[in-house]
């Protein structure tokens, strides 16, 4: 199979541009908190959705063997769970920080990048589909696109 490039550019610029729309409604939140005082439950949560989606994250990369170029599918470890792992992760660190914060701009934040990274995640299964094909479509028909079945 030859080699193609990933679609790193794309993801580098929806990553720079969620994390600089998320810095500035977080900063922002001060003055749009939400009416919710905070609460040990709520810190818990929040740090539990930031520490699981840095944690799978970190596991989606280290099954990937190159960041560059993709060399073949990958299909195991938490991919064999989750077709995107990345964007799962990425997810639910948004998530954790809107819930940390408690901001109105900062959920508004969380609910956008939810769609973009979905539309993000279903352009590039195009792409794994013209690249693997019948492997990529028995793949999907498999496993989910975002939440793991157990």
Same mark, same amino acid.
């Given at each position: 199979?030859?080699?193609?490039?990933? /679609?790193?550019?794309?993801?580098? +610029? @929806?990553? $720079? %541009?969620?994390? %600089?729309?998320?810095?500035? #409604?977080?900063?922002?939140?001060?003055?749009? !908190?939400?009416?919710? /005082? /905070?609460?040990? %439950?709520?810190?818990?949560?929040?740090? =539990?959705?930031?520490?699981?989606?840095?944690?799978?994250?970190?596991? =989606?990369?280290?099954?990937?063997?190159?960041?560059?170029? @993709?060399?073949?599918?990958?299909? #195991?470890?938490?991919? %064999?769970?989750? *077709?995107?792992? $990345?964007?799962?992760? &990425?997810?639910?660190?948004?998530?954790? +920080? =809107?819930?940390?914060? *408690?901001?109105?701009?900062?959920? $508004?934040?969380?609910?956008?990048?939810?769609?973009?990274?979905?539309?993000? =995640?279903?352009?590039? !299964?195009?792409? #794994?589909?013209? $690249? &693997?094909?019948?492997?990529?479509?028995?793949?999907?028909?498999?496993?989910?696109? &975002? &939440?793991?079945?157990?």
């Amino acid at each position: 199979m030859r080699k193609t490039p990933a /679609p790193r550019s794309r993801q580098l +610029v @929806i990553g $720079i %541009a969620l994390l %600089a729309l998320g810095w500035a #409604s977080i900063v922002l939140s001060v003055r749009y !908190e939400l009416l919710v /005082p /905070p609460s040990f %439950a709520l810190e818990v949560t929040g740090g =539990a959705l930031l520490l699981v989606g840095v944690a799978m994250r970190i596991l =989606a990369f280290k099954e990937i063997p190159s960041t560059y170029h @993709i060399k073949g599918l990958v299909t #195991s470890g938490v991919y %064999a769970k989750t *077709r995107n792992p $990345i964007y799962l992760g &990425f997810v639910l660190m948004i998530v954790g +920080v =809107a819930v940390l914060s *408690r901001g109105v701009l900062a959920f $508004i934040w969380a609910f956008a990048s939810v769609f973009v990274l979905y539309w993000t =995640a279903r352009s590039e !299964e195009s792409d #794994s589909e013209r $690249i &693997f094909g019948e492997r990529y479509l028995l793949y999907k028909s498999s496993v989910p696109m &975002f &939440f793991p079945r157990f």
